[in-house]
Structure formats: C-alpha cells, structure tokens
C-alpha cells in the first residue's frame, strides 16, 4: 500500500481488492438478485451488468425505477454488502480507519444505462456526512470515461468552493469550474476509489455503450465524530477491537453503579 494512500494526501486514492474473492461473492450474490427482479436471462455477472440496458428496453422510466427500488430493499436485506466490501478491501480501510470500524447499514446501488438522463450532481457528502468518513466506490463492471464518476482532489475542492463563497448565486460558474479541475479516473473492477467525504465528486451522462454498475459504501471509525446523521441509525460495527470492548464494558458498568 502507498503512503499516498496511508495519508490520502489528494484525498482520494484507487486500489486493489486485497481479496477479490469476496468482491466476486457480493457481484454475484448481488447479480442474481438482479437476474430475479428484472427477469435477465443472462448467467454471467460482468456480461450481464455492462448489456444491463439491453435487457430492460421494454421497461418504462416509471418501471425502471420501482424495480430498481424492489432490488435495492432486496440487497439490503439479502446480501451483506458493507461486509463483503470490507472483507475484499480490509487492510486498506483498516489501515486507514484503524481497528474499529463502523459500516453503513443500507446499500447504494447504481444502474446508469447508456444515456440515463439523471447522473449523480456535483457534490459532496460531508456535511452532512461526517468529514471523518471514507466513501468506497467499487465498481461492478470496468468503469472509464463517461461510464466511470469524476472527481476534484482535496486543493481543487477547496478552490472550487472558495469561489462558490465568494458567488454563491452563480451555481454555473461553480459547475463548470469544478468539472474542469476534476479526475475522472478508470477504474476497473477488482479495484476501487476510496475518497474522503469532503471532496466534490459526481458523474456524467454515461456516453459509453455499456451500463454503468456501482457500489458506495461509507466506512467510519467508532470514535470519530458522527456528522449530523445519527450514527446508531446509519452505521453498524463491523471490527470492533478488544481495548475498544473492554472500555465499553467498564463504562456500562460504571453507568449502572
């Protein structure tokens, strides 16, 4: 691992899965559900995902979208995503993280065909993330170009939002500023883009002539500040260390002396 990585200098980072086994596990586990909700004959993950759209041309927008939803709630209960891309990445997260280490509970999925008119906005997710947390992007299928996300390393975020300060009612001026300075970096699958949650970041209309497929995950240590979302709600422990254990027990006991 890099020290690039290690102290996430630019802010964000593309790597290797340190186990891809469990990567494969949660495409395939998350494919088959795929294959039940959308009615996809086709057996093979990476086939079936990128040629996702050719399979769905007879669906509505309306149709797209609920069974979409239907496969989200699926996921969530069915496959334990944050765990999966954990075990696949681990000693990058906890190198980062640390030992204790909290995941989110829900799964975010994207499905972006070539052409879906509604990509990811220019954003950041801190506020009101914690600026604590990391975001893992794993793609399912190789993403590049349009079909990958873009996003502004930690100098340019701060450039960017210094200008939008200084001319909050110009969101255009930001916009487009922002995306001249962005990376829009290809990563395939078996790898993924770990990023800190105060960098801006976004996608385009994928121009490609595969679906774009994703995973993102947000990982956080224990002791780190929550944002403002309730971090009880959100997250779930995932590693707990035995110090961490230990003083949990010894606070509950003294709680209730």
């Not at 496969?71 to 969530?76: D, V």
């Not at 989110?104 to 509604?118: A, E, K, S, T």
């Not at 990023?195 to 497929?213: D, K, P």
Request: with cysteine; aromatic share 8%; charged share 25%.
């Amino acid at each position: 691992m890099s020290d690039k990585l290690s102290s996430l200098a630019e802010g964000f980072a593309i790597v290797p899965a340190d186990n891809m086994d469990h990567l494969d596990r949660a495409r395939s586990d998350i494919f088959k559900l795929t294959r039940e909700v959308f009615k996809i004959s086709e057996m093979n993950p990476a086939s079936g995902f990128n040629n996702f759209h050719r399979h769905i041309e007879s669906c509505t927008p309306g149709q797209f979208n609920s069974m979409r939803v239907e496969l989200i709630k699926r996921i969530t209960v069915e496959v334990d995503v944050s765990k999966l891309v954990f075990d696949a990445f681990e000693e990058t997260i906890t190198k980062l993280l640390g030992p204790d280490i909290l995941a989110q509970r829900g799964c975010n999925l994207v499905l972006q065909p070539p052409g879906d008119p509604n990509p990811s906005e220019l954003h950041r997710d801190a506020p009101a993330n914690s600026p604590y947390e990391i975001v893992v992007w794993v793609p399912l299928v190789d993403c590049y170009k349009s079909k990958s996300m873009y996003i502004l390393d930690v100098n340019a975020t701060n450039t960017c939002l210094e200008l939008l300060e200084k001319n909050p009612s110009d969101w255009d001026a930001f916009e487009s500023h922002s995306k001249r300075l962005a990376h829009t970096p290809s990563v395939p699958y078996g790898s993924a883009l770990i990023f800190f949650t105060g960098l801006l970041h976004g996608s385009e209309i994928n121009q490609e002539a595969e679906t774009r497929v994703s995973l993102n995950i947000r990982y956080k240590n224990l002791f780190s500040p929550s944002g403002l979302k309730n971090q009880l709600q959100f997250f779930k422990p995932l590693k707990i260390s035995n110090l961490a254990r230990l003083g949990a027990s010894l606070e509950l006991r003294e709680h209730f002396r």
